[in-house]
């Protein structure tokens, strides 16, 4: 009981100081809601992880995120208007988490604050795989968005996103995926190597179709869905690194003659393409990135570890990028030690070059005059930033994902 006084007054010149200064310490207003510039920077992606059920946005140059969409089960697929300040996202909800009743909705996010403002409820059956490209498109005229359905017979769903409203949906057996070529005009691909051409009207309703000839031999060498848009023409290539160049510019698509990423010595030495979005290219410069590895036959979904740039006008590859690793992360938090960080990054290389396995997954390209191309790995949540002109590494960016899958860098979007 005597000691009782002296512990108080040890407690008391203890707590003081750190109360005081707790007390200088500005007050934090909460509630408040950032906005996004719009348009957006050059070089801001977005980030799909399945795992978190969401889509992050990173600014590449300072390292931030920025914000987020919650995209339900699934992987994101967003859709960026470049006539309103909306984004447009297909997501999937079951009432009981993973089980229960389905419901599939097209919501509607303010590009500025990336709140919900509507939604379009859908048919529950929209397509969700690994590999999220071509399963939702938005028309070039920016009000009519398509969703693809596989159950497994396939058909799309056409949302009015001005009015908000389901249109209908047409069915397309044999035929999937969408690719838009219009601003009432869509493609799919089929199952014999075709396209199926179909044209809406004014109010989103069909208003024709057509079956144009087989521009690939799907049994002998099919194509990936992974195709890039240049103007009025998109680009397949196909497992055995074929590219195949449809121009939708007329009334008929008119096919261009396939040419070889691969030289034959580049065939003997086993490269083939990789990963599960293999393909970026920057409109203005008229470059094709393609993500590459070394592998077997049937490899063509297995990481990368290089990116060849091809000039699309001569067709013959300009440059070759070794990639680096993307950075490790545990769950979505960098794995850094301070002045050590040489160290876990000399590992990660290692480990990197060593485990075939453990590669890139993904690429884009931003569409500004100074562009970046992104890698991820679906097993980090890191980034790895590029100059997309010189190939110059430029450093790791994390936007606290547990894992990414795939990457977009849409140019345009959110303008008012």
């Given at each position: ?19 005081s ?11 408040n ?34 914000g ?10 967003p ?7 909306e984004?447009?996202?297909?997501e ?55 969703v ?104 008929a ?85 301070g ?78």
């Amino acid at each position: 009981m005597r000691r009782t006084p002296l512990l108080f007054a040890l407690v008391a010149l203890l707590v003081v100081p750190i109360a005081s200064s707790r007390a200088d310490l500005p007050l934090e207003m909460t509630g408040n809601v950032e906005r996004l510039a719009l348009p957006p920077g050059p070089h801001l992606v977005w980030l799909a992880d399945p795992v978190l059920q969401r889509t992050a946005l990173v600014d590449l140059d300072d390292g931030r995120m920025l914000g987020m969409l919650s995209t339900g089960f699934g992987i994101a697929s967003p859709l960026f208007s470049t006539a309103r300040p909306e984004i447009y996202l297909p997501e999937t909800y079951y009432s009981r988490g993973s089980r229960g009743e389905r419901t599939d909705v097209l919501t509607i996010y303010a590009a500025e604050t990336l709140a919900p403002v509507g939604e379009v409820v859908l048919p529950p059956k929209r397509a969700v795989s690994a590999v999220p490209m071509a399963h939702a498109t938005l028309l070039d005229g920016q009000r009519f968005a398509l969703v693809w359905n596989a159950t497994p017979a396939t058909s799309v769903s056409v949302a009015d996103v001005w009015e908000q409203r389901l249109v209908g949906e047409l069915q397309t057996p044999g035929c999937s995926l969408v690719y838009s070529i219009g601003s009432h005009r869509f493609a799919m691909l089929c199952m014999d190597g075709s396209l199926l051409l179909v044209t809406l009207d004014e109010t989103g309703a069909e208003a024709g179709r057509s079956r144009a000839e087989p521009f690939f031999d799907p049994a002998a060498d099919p194509v990936t869905v992974q195709a890039v848009r240049v103007g009025s023409r998109w680009l397949f290539v196909s497992f055995e690194g074929m590219v195949h160049g449809v121009d939708f510019a007329g009334d008929a698509p008119r096919v261009e003659e396939p040419w070889s990423l691969f030289s034959d010595e580049e065939r003997a030495e086993r490269w083939r393409i990789g990963g599960s979005q293999h393909l970026a290219v920057h409109r203005e410069s008229g470059r094709l990135y393609s993500l590459v590895h070394q592998g077997g036959p049937d490899s063509h979904k297995d990481p990368g570890s290089e990116v060849w740039v091809y000039d699309l006008a001569s067709r013959a590859r300009v440059q070759r990028i070794v990639l680096r690793n993307p950075g490790l992360t545990y769950l979505g938090v960098p794995i850094q030690t301070g002045r050590f960080a040489w160290l876990v990054d000399w590992i990660a290389e290692r480990v990197f070059r060593s485990v075939p396995e453990i590669g890139i997954d993904a690429i884009a390209v931003t569409q500004d005059a100074a562009p970046r191309l992104v890698t991820i790995g679906r097993f980090t949540g890191g980034i790895a930033s590029y100059d997309a002109a010189n190939g110059e590494f430029l450093g790791r960016v994390y936007g606290g994902n547990m894992t990414n899958t795939a990457v977009l860098a849409p140019h345009g979007w959110g303008r008012p």
